[in-house]
C-alpha cells in the first residue's frame, strides 16, 4: 500500500540528534514540524503515533482511533459486508473471518494483536489433530484438520485487508509504552 504523499511521517533535520514529526498544514498548505524530544526511534514512533490520534482531524485525515477501542471481530465482520459485492470468493473470506474469531474469540481487541499471537494462530491451525485415551479404553480424536502455511497466510492477509487497508479503520498500532522490552521494534 503506497503511502499517501502528505502522511505525517518521521525525519531527522542535519546536524540534529532528535526525531521530528513532520506533516503537511491543509489550511495553509505548508509542511509543519514538532520535535518529539528523543533519540530513540521506537520513542518517535510512539509520538508519532499519539500525534496521529490527537490531530488526525486537524491535518486533514480520516479520524484515527488507538486499537484499544476496536474488536478484531467487528473489523473482520464489516470488511466481508462491506466488500460482499466486490469480492468473487466471499466464500473464502467468511471461511477465512469466521477461523480467525474462532481463534482470537469474540472479545478480542485490535491491541492484543502481537507477533506472538500470530506464531500461535499458525501453530493451532497448522498441527495435527491429538488422539486423547482414557482410562477406560475410549479414544478420542480433534474434530478439526490441519491447514497448510498457505492457508494461515491467506487468512492473515484477510485480517490485515480488515485492519489497515481500509481508510475507514486506519489504526495505529502502539502495543505498549516505548521502552517495554517485549515490544519494542526491531528495524
Known amino acids: 500500500m503506497l503511502r499517501q504523499p502528505f502522511a505525517p511521517r518521521l525525519g531527522k533535520e542535519p546536524n540534529q540528534h532528535a526525531w521530528y514529526v513532520y506533516w503537511k498544514d491543509p489550511v495553509k498548505r505548508r509542511w509543519r514540524r514538532f520535535s518529539t524530544g528523543t533519540r530513540d526511534r521506537a520513542k518517535a514512533e510512539y509520538a508519532l503515533g499519539e500525534f496521529l490520534v490527537k490531530h488526525s482531524l486537524d491535518i486533514g485525515c480520516e479520524?484515527?482511533?488507538?486499537?484499544?477501542?476496536?474488536?478484531?471481530?467487528?473489523?473482520?465482520?464489516?470488511?466481508?459486508?462491506?466488500?460482499?459485492?466486490?469480492?468473487?470468493?466471499?466464500?473464502?473470506?467468511?471461511?477465512?473471518?469466521?477461523?480467525?474469531?474462532?481463534?482470537?474469540?469474540?472479545?478480542?481487541?485490535?491491541?492484543?494483536?502481537?507477533?506472538?499471537a500470530f506464531k500461535q494462530y499458525e501453530h493451532e491451525r497448522t498441527r495435527k489433530p491429538r488422539v486423547i485415551r482414557k482410562k477406560d479404553g475410549l479414544v478420542y480424536v480433534e474434530d478439526k484438520r490441519p491447514v497448510t502455511k498457505g492457508t494461515v497466510r491467506r487468512e492473515l492477509s484477510v485480517l490485515s485487508s480488515a485492519l489497515y487497508d481500509r481508510p475507514v479503520w486506519r489504526l495505529v498500532c502502539t502495543q505498549s509504552r516505548p521502552g517495554s522490552k517485549e515490544n519494542t521494534p526491531t528495524h
Request: with cysteine; net charge positive.
Open 63 to 116: 479520524e484515527i482511533r488507538p486499537p484499544e477501542g476496536f474488536f478484531v471481530i467487528t473489523a473482520l465482520q464489516q470488511y466481508v459486508q462491506e466488500r460482499k459485492n466486490d469480492l468473487k470468493t466471499i466464500g473464502l473470506a467468511n471461511r477465512c473471518a469466521d477461523s480467525l474469531i474462532k481463534f482470537f474469540g469474540p472479545h478480542a481487541k485490535v491491541s492484543h494483536l502481537t507477533p506472538q
